[in-house]
């Protein structure tokens, strides 16, 4: 359990500043997640909290306390690397007690909270076992065990479902929202560049572009409220439908964003008209991309359960009223 | 290994095109072979038979032809005496090659040792990172590139006893309070052997190493680093165990090289029974002593005492030439 507090951070790697003033507040217990494409800084900023990486300005406290200075291993955190970084040569077991022993931890701990760990995760049976004997899966999952045998009150997870299969991902994705559920009382910070995984796993999420903080909030209020358009193409999928030109001025803007589930096929007044360019049917549901005429990429429109349209079909296309999202040149959000 | 190991599985289901594949390969890697295996035949091979053959005759450099066969009286033979005494000669009971054995031992030792613990402490060295370390990884590569002939020369005269810069300089220090004959003496000819030898291989050594620590991934640390795992711990507890396969053939190549040592002696301190060792004194006979036959002998036993050990060492080391168990 740690309340984090993150004031006017930044990070240079000699001239290039990487994280540039982030000022940020994670909530004792919370399932924080930092997302945003690739060289935005996330990874950067937790491994600034780990302590792998020296703050170059700012202040990082952990429950009121200035860490900026304290060891890694004294921040009582715990960390998940996107290639496991187990020891190779150790058992799954040595693996997990090795922080432990070293600390001078009694045999019977040592062995009782492994084994709760490993019985956490399922992989009891694998304890003997050499990493390389395992799969991805079973690995990464190891290596949760290992942060898990730390007892810390902050787990920071770098990106730990990228080196599995979709599979894999999906079902490891569940084992870290049911561990965090299972541990509510332990901050947990996690870093992916896949925002399905960010609106799922998350309690807030921290969008993060070139070194900034660009939004905080629930999914749900990044989804619904996106501050900047860069929040609002980022977060979605399939991603938001952006149009400017001479169908945003008619809105009064510069540009228009709009969901793929707000445009329906009808033809009505202030209807857009194309023609179909591809459509996609997943079973559950259908996506249309239609090209209305303008440059830039086709619309997409989703309908829910199977239809089929050919290409090169005439279609007529309309947003649901009220559910347009209207940027300003500046790509901030205009007003109702 | 590999053929079989994937061919393996496969065989049972689709038995005929992957046999014809399995075929191709084995037919391909015999054909890459070939030369390899008659150039080593050639240049090995035949000379290491003529060697054990020669070793069983009575040659001489003068007459390597008209040899006789003669058994193993080269090794040991024996005769008894009209008093009753039997007497016994040759190889096995040659105090000179015994004394030759027991220097190339202590050598190979002594220098693989400390060039091994001085190679890994460069090698940690040279994986930090820091400015101009690709030039300094560079030139401690020097001593290597030097051929031995030449370094050895070098240190021959800085190691003089009358003109050296070595006696010249611990006079000056006050480390010594007159000048010695570093190779010439028998108590220091072997420690100068010993030091020119760690001078120059231990570069080798090095690089072998930190080939091996670059293998070892560097999110490792980190782990060990929240682990809050004290850096001589990890050392001893992650980075030994890890480079532990590259570490044991280096110290095979080394300890090869070591047993048959012969330029850096010959150069540096001719003719002292404390530093000759087995190629020295096999040469001698060979060579200056007109005693093909029984050069041939020692060649030979040299041959086989180099095979034991490493094969000693392979097994008791479990060396692995396969990359590891990584």
Request: charged share 20%; net charge neutral.
């Amino acid at each position: 359990m740690a309340h984090i507090e993150l004031k006017n951070i930044r990070k240079s790697f000699g001239l290039v500043d990487v994280i540039k003033g982030v000022d940020l507040e994670i909530f004792s217990g919370e399932f924080m997640v930092f997302v945003g494409p690739s060289g935005c800084g996330k990874s950067t900023l937790l491994r600034l909290m780990a302590g792998l990486e020296d703050i170059t300005s700012g202040e990082m406290s952990f429950d009121g306390t200035l860490v900026n200075a304290l060891a890694p291993s004294r921040r009582g955190i715990a960390m998940v690397f996107q290639s496991y970084a187990l020891y190779p040569h150790m058992t799954v077991y040595e693996n997990m007690a090795f922080g432990m022993q070293l600390a001078k931890s009694s045999k019977e701990a040592i062995q009782e909270r492994v084994e709760k760990a490993a019985e956490l995760l399922q992989i009891t049976p694998y304890l003997s076992r050499l990493p390389k004997q395992l799969s991805g899966g079973q690995r990464q999952r190891v290596a949760i065990g290992r942060a898990i045998v730390r007892d810390p009150k902050v787990f920071l997870f770098d990106e730990p479902l990228s080196n599995l299969d979709a599979a894999l991902r999906v079902a490891t994705r569940l084992e870290i929202a049911k561990l965090h559920h299972a541990m509510n009382s332990a901050t947990m910070v996690y870093v992916t560049h896949d925002q399905v995984e960010a609106m799922t796993l998350a309690d807030r999420i921290c969008v993060l572009r070139d070194g900034l903080v660009e939004q905080v909030g629930t999914p749900l209020e990044l989804y619904e409220n996106p501050q900047s358009l860069f929040v609002a193409g980022f977060i979605g999928s399939p991603k938001m439908n952006f149009l400017n030109g001479e169908i945003a001025s008619k809105f009064g803007a510069n540009t228009i964003g709009i969901r793929s589930e707000h445009i329906e096929i009808a033809d009505r007044d202030g209807s857009w008209k194309g023609k179909v360019v591809h459509s996609e049917s997943l079973g559950s549901d259908s996506f249309v991309y239609v090209d209305i005429g303008m440059s830039g990429d086709p619309v997409i429109v989703r309908q829910e359960g199977t239809r089929h349209h050919n290409p090169d079909d005439a279609i007529s296309i309309a947003p649901i009223p009220g559910k347009i999202y209207r940027f300003d040149a500046a790509g901030k959000p205009l007003k109702h | 290994m590999t053929v079989e190991a994937t061919a393996g599985p496969a065989v049972r289901t689709q038995p005929k095109i992957e046999s014809e594949l399995l075929r191709s390969r084995v037919g391909a890697a015999m054909w890459f072979l070939l030369p390899m295996l008659a150039a080593l035949a050639v240049v090995a091979g035949w000379p290491l038979l003529r060697t054990i053959y020669f070793s069983l005759t009575n040659a001489s450099l003068t007459d390597l032809y008209g040899a006789d066969f003669i058994g193993f009286k080269n090794y040991l033979s024996w005769t008894t005496l009209k008093s009753g005494r039997t007497v016994f000669s040759g190889l096995l009971v040659d105090p000179t090659w015994w004394n030759a054995v027991w220097n190339t031992l202590r050598f190979a030792v002594l220098s693989v040792t400390l060039e091994t613990i001085l190679g890994m402490i460069v090698a940690l060295v040279l994986n930090a990172e820091f400015k101009g370390r690709g030039i300094v990884r560079a030139a401690i590569l020097i001593p290597w590139a030097i051929p031995t002939i030449v370094s050895a020369k070098m240190w021959s005269w800085m190691l003089n006893d009358q003109f050296g810069i070595i006696n010249d300089l611990f006079l000056k220090l006050g480390l010594i309070s007159q000048k010695i004959a570093w190779t010439a003496q028998a108590d220091t000819a072997m420690t100068a052997v010993l030091v020119v030898d760690i001078w120059k291989t231990t570069p080798f050594m090095a690089l072998l190493i930190l080939a091996g620590l670059q293998m070892i991934p560097k999110d490792i640390y980190e782990a060990a680093e929240i682990d809050g795992v004290h850096p001589v711990k990890v050392f001893f507890r992650v980075t030994l165990p890890l480079v532990r396969p590259a570490l044991m053939v280096a110290v095979i190549f080394r300890l090869l090289d070591a047993m048959r040592i012969f330029d850096l002696i010959y150069v540096l301190t001719p003719n002292s029974s404390a530093t000759k060792t087995m190629s020295v004194v096999s040469r001698e006979n060979l060579f200056d002593f007109d005693k093909f036959a029984y050069g041939s002998a020692q060649s030979t036993l040299l041959f086989l005492l180099i095979a034991v050990m490493t094969a000693l060492y392979i097994w008791l080391g479990k060396v692995r030439f396969d990359g590891g168990d990584r």
